[in-house]
T-cell receptor
Framework: DAMVIQNPRYQVTQFGKPVTLSCSQTLNHNVMYWYQQKSSQAPKLLFHYYDKDFNNEADTPDNFQSRRPNTSFCFLDIRSPGLGDAAMYLC????????????FGQGTRLTVV | GNSVTQMEGPVTLSEEAFLTINCTYTATGYPSLFWYVQYPGEGLQLLLKATKADDKGSNKGFEATYRKETTSFHLEKGSVQVSDSAVYFCALSAGANFGNEKLTFGTGTRLTIIP
């Protein structure tokens, strides 16, 4: 029944080694979001796609990139992870209207060693 | 810009106690308001929502009423259970261009219920 699926749940990567996190959805939603959540903080939006249109938040570091090859899948690429990038990464989807909720995946916990 | 201010945590209550978590917001236009819950090690789940003034959202014994006059959306539950222990996030969505709708979150309130 899982509707937004993130893989893997836990990812350990080396400092500076590129890493990709994946997200898939069965809801056919137009919009897919990537959030970064550090311990005891609110989720922080990195970017989102409305269909194929990419929308980057102004303060998202260039180190973070995203790809959406089709409606169902979206990837988060971290080109050179630093220790400060260790966090929970949450994928979410929605129809993109203000009165509709977002559906979140279970998240990927990224550790940088 | 849009913002959400949430009651500072952590909050610790005994089982069957009454719960209130305060949430106020600042937004242009007429936002939709949400409460999300996050259990340990998990993503966020929608708990309830309200899309216009005076609407009451409710789910699993939790309630919140959209108060435009006080710009508030306080979360309440009459009798909490140990299973309600989680982090609760208040959020708003403020009606940007279609397809560019984004959630603005409060900082979260950690709730612990002791038996």
């Amino acid at each position: 029944d899982a509707m937004v699926i993130q893989n893997p749940r836990y990812q350990v990567t080396q400092f500076g080694k590129p890493v990709t996190l994946s997200c898939s959805q069965t809801l056919n939603h137009n919009v897919m979001y990537w959030y970064q959540q550090k311990s005891s903080q609110a989720p922080k939006l990195l970017f989102h796609y409305y269909d194929k249109d990419f929308n980057n938040e102004a303060d998202t570091p260039d180190n973070f990139q995203s790809r959406r090859p089709n409606t169902s899948f979206c990837f988060l690429d971290i080109r050179s992870p630093g220790l400060g990038d260790a966090a929970m990464y949450l994928c979410a989807t929605s129809w993109g209207q203000k009165n509709t909720e977002a559906f979140f995946g279970q998240g990927t916990r990224l550790t940088v060693v | 810009g849009n913002s959400v201010t949430q009651m500072e945590g952590p909050v610790t209550l005994s089982e069957e106690a009454f719960l209130t978590i305060n949430c106020t917001y600042t937004a242009t236009g007429y936002p939709s308001l949400f409460w999300y819950v996050q259990y340990p090690g998990e993503g966020l789940q929608l708990l309830l929502k309200a899309t216009k003034a005076d609407d009451k959202g409710s789910n699993k014994g939790f309630e919140a009423t959209y108060r435009k006059e006080t710009t508030s959306f306080h979360l309440e539950k009459g009798s909490v259970q140990v299973s309600d222990s989680a982090v609760y996030f208040c959020a708003l969505s403020a009606g940007a261009n279609f397809g560019n709708e984004k959630l603005t979150f409060g900082t979260g309130t950690r709730l612990t219920i002791i038996p």
